[in-house]
């Protein structure tokens, strides 16, 4: 099921779109008589209201949007980082698990052991870099296949994959658009389930970009059996 929620940016402002997410929430559990439901949404603003009801009424939340520890957690679970650790993403994870623990929410939180945005953004940055001492070998303007394998499993990590973007109409490949992979987690406080997640990397000549993260296989990839239905809010 497809719901939409105020827009973030609209009249009600992003405080509206938290106080319907707090509200619809458990009424959809109401409506479907379980708590077995996948909550997603694609707005960056509203995941830390989302995530606490979610976690507060017994739902699934498989990942945040640009799933990282670093994003929603701390706020939607009272969470205090240190100084120390607030950049220690495997210290941050643990103290998630540990949390979620609390309210018997293992296993129904999934999220990425590391941000999603700076995987993004240090790959693009290093190829730049890479490109600049003159340690790539670009044709025609398209990427050098070699650094981009190398880059890939030195920043997003072993369980990486990735290929060239297909347009499912025309069966066209794009040779400087990557869509990659990697493992998730699902959170379970002494051990973590893995799924994969898409994420989209495109070339453009001259300069490098990213592009909104690829979801997919939501409802296949939740944490539980038995779910009955993905709740998308867009």
Same mark, same amino acid.
């Given at each position: 099921?497809?719901?939409?929620?105020?827009?973030?940016?609209?009249?009600?402002?992003?405080?509206?779109?938290?106080?319907?997410?707090?509200?619809? +929430?458990?009424?959809?559990?109401?409506?479907?008589?379980?708590?077995?439901?996948?909550?997603?949404?694609?707005?960056?603003? +509203?995941?830390?209201?989302?995530?606490?009801?979610?976690?507060?009424?017994?739902? +699934?939340?498989?990942?945040?949007?640009?799933?990282?520890?670093?994003?929603?957690?701390?706020?939607?679970?009272?969470?205090?980082?240190?100084?120390?650790?607030?950049?220690?993403?495997?210290?941050?994870?643990?103290?998630?698990?540990?949390?979620?623990? @609390?309210?018997?929410?293992?296993?129904?939180?999934?999220?990425?052991?590391?941000?999603? +945005?700076?995987?993004?953004?240090?790959?693009?940055?290093?190829?730049?870099?890479?490109?600049?001492?003159?340690?790539?070998? @670009?044709?025609?303007?398209?990427?050098?296949?070699?650094?981009?394998?190398?880059?890939?499993?030195?920043?997003?990590?072993?369980?990486?994959?990735?290929?060239?973007?297909?347009?499912?109409?025309?069966?066209?490949?794009?040779?400087?658009?990557?869509?990659?992979?990697?493992?998730?987690?699902?959170?379970?406080?002494?051990?973590?389930?893995?799924?994969?997640?898409?994420?989209?990397?495109?070339?453009?000549?001259?300069?490098?970009?990213?592009?909104?993260?690829?979801?997919?296989?939501?409802?296949?990839?939740?944490?539980?059996?038995?779910?009955?239905?993905?709740?998308?809010?867009?």
């Amino acid at each position: 099921e497809q719901v939409t929620m105020p827009d973030p940016a609209g009249d009600a402002g992003i405080s509206g779109a938290q106080q319907f997410l707090l509200e619809n +929430i458990p009424s959809l559990m109401e409506q479907y008589d379980t708590k077995d439901v996948a909550y997603f949404a694609t707005v960056s603003t +509203i995941q830390e209201s989302m995530l606490k009801a979610v976690v507060e009424n017994g739902g +699934i939340y498989p990942c945040h949007t640009d799933p990282s520890p670093f994003s929603a957690f701390s706020g939607a679970l009272g969470l205090e980082v240190d100084d120390e650790h607030k950049y220690d993403a495997e210290y941050v994870t643990k103290l998630i698990s540990d949390k979620l623990g @609390e309210y018997d929410m293992n296993g129904r939180v999934g999220g990425w052991d590391k941000s999603y +945005i700076r995987c993004e953004l240090e790959f693009l940055f290093q190829y730049a870099v890479d490109y600049c001492d003159g340690k790539v070998d @670009e044709v025609d303007g398209l990427p050098d296949v070699e650094e981009v394998k190398k880059l890939m499993k030195d920043i997003y990590g072993d369980s990486v994959t990735y290929q060239n973007c297909v347009n499912d109409q025309t069966g066209e490949e794009y040779k400087n658009w990557y869509t990659v992979s990697r493992d998730m987690y699902i959170l379970t406080g002494t051990a973590r389930r893995r799924w994969r997640v898409l994420d989209s990397l495109v070339f453009v000549p001259g300069c490098t970009c990213n592009v909104q993260a690829l979801i997919q296989g939501l409802q296949a990839s939740c944490p539980r059996r038995g779910a009955v239905a993905a709740q998308v809010i867009s």
